[in-house]
């Protein structure tokens, strides 16, 4: 509750008690957020997106710097292993982050007009975390591909979008 | 309109796979952020991106808060045949936005 000047504690001690505890609440909501969203909730996003379905590691690549300087635009490139024939070819792409207030980045749907299985974009990062990518494959198969980042400058917290 | 960047290389032969890039203006304001008067900025973002070669899709994205301001993507096409490409961004607020570029293949 904001304190006015009028209800303000006759003791000064007692005022300034008041401001810290405020203080106190403000850094706690602060550190709660990237803590609350871990690594389990990367997993049920992911769990949601393949249905279940099992997802093995390999064939995708996430090009991304491994040291980040500034949160608010990471090139990143996610590649995929396939042939891109009509027979066999990438239907989908698919980026998850661990720790963004939200667990998708982005989801990309090609096919085999595409020729390569790559794909570049520009992508927001709170902070140090991890990236994932599932590749959906013509025939069913899912396979993935993780990287971990550090980041020095955050996005959404700090400076322009 | 928002100002829309695309390069679609111009020397392909046919077969070949040439990479189309777009960026697009726009602030992608993800609905985190806080404002100067305290308040929530409301979420503004591009929500969909298609790229039709003649009427048929062959590339298309779903795009989320993590995607940074004046979204920026590159994929890859293989150039079979000559045609208008035609690039669609769908978003918040009833954004809707259609660019045409040609693509020539030798």
Same mark, same amino acid.
Request: charged share 15%; proline share 0%; glycine share 6%.
């Given at each position: 509750m904001p304190m006015s000047l009028a209800d303000r504690p006759d003791d000064p001690?007692?005022? /300034? /008690? *008041?401001? =810290?505890r405020a203080g106190g609440v403000l850094v706690a909501l602060a550190v709660a957020r990237p803590v609350l969203a871990d690594a389990n909730e990367l997993k049920a996003a992911i769990a949601a997106y393949t249905g279940g379905r099992e997802t093995k590691p390999g064939r995708v690549t996430i090009d991304v710097a491994r040291l980040v300087d500034n949160g608010n635009a990471v090139p990143v490139t996610v590649r995929v292993e396939s042939p891109m024939i009509a027979a066999d070819h990438v239907r989908a792409i698919a980026l998850f982050n661990e720790r963004n207030p939200e667990r998708d980045v982005a989801r990309f749907a090609l096919s085999e007009r595409s020729g390569r299985a790559?794909? $570049? #974009?520009? %992508? /927001? =990062? &709170? #902070?140090?975390?991890? =990236?994932? &990518? %599932?590749?959906?494959? $013509? !025939? *069913? #198969?899912?396979? $993935? *591909? &993780?990287? !971990?980042? %550090?980041?020095? =400058?955050? &996005?959404c917290i700090e400076g322009e979008g | 309109m928002a100002r829309a960047l695309i390069t679609v290389p111009q020397d392909a032969k046919r077969g070949d796979v040439v990479e189309i890039r777009v960026l697009i203006a726009h602030p992608m304001e993800t609905g985190f952020r806080v404002g100067a008067d305290g308040r929530r900025v409301p979420r503004d973002i591009l929500r969909r991106f298609t790229c039709r070669l003649d009427g048929e899709v062959v590339f298309a994205a779903e795009l989320f808060p993590a995607v940074s301001a004046n979204p920026y993507l590159a994929f890859p096409l293989r150039a079979d045949r000559a045609g208008t490409l035609s690039f669609t961004w769908e978003g918040d607020g009833g954004f809707a936005q259609t660019e045409t570029a040609t693509l020539n293949v030798a």
């Open positions: 001690d007692l005022y /300034r /008690r *008041g401001v =810290l790559v794909v $570049s #974009t520009r %992508i /927001r =990062l &709170a #902070t140090s975390q991890q =990236l994932v &990518a %599932i590749a959906t494959m $013509s !025939d *069913g #198969t899912l396979w $993935s *591909g &993780a990287v !971990d980042v %550090i980041v020095t =400058l955050a &996005a | -």
